[in-house]
């Protein structure tokens, strides 16, 4: 009889250990599954900025290549007024 108690209290004991390390899964599933939702959403929130910053370099880009141009005109245009003023000074004038 003393033997058939220790086996009793033996299985009691390993399964309060299993049902505890069953709730201890559930727990650490529930977490990682909350760490898994807030890492998508910060992946959500890094691709929305990445997308932003990539549109503003866009824009600047196009800012610049508009503001080369410009200054390349300017200087066409500085360049064609300085050669009228040049013939204007000899005398002859040249029309745009």
Known sequence: M???GRLEACLEQL???LASTHQKHKTDVAKFEEQ????ESDLS????QAKRAE???IQ???AFSRSQTDLQCAREETTLKGAEVGHADSGTIVPL
């Open 45 to 48: 929130g890094a691709r929305r």
């Open 2 to 4: 003393i033997q058939n």
């Open 15 to 17: 399964q309060m250990n």
């Open 60 to 62: 600047r880009e196009e």
């Open 36 to 39: 898994v939702r807030e890492l």
């Open 55 to 57: 549109q503003e370099v």
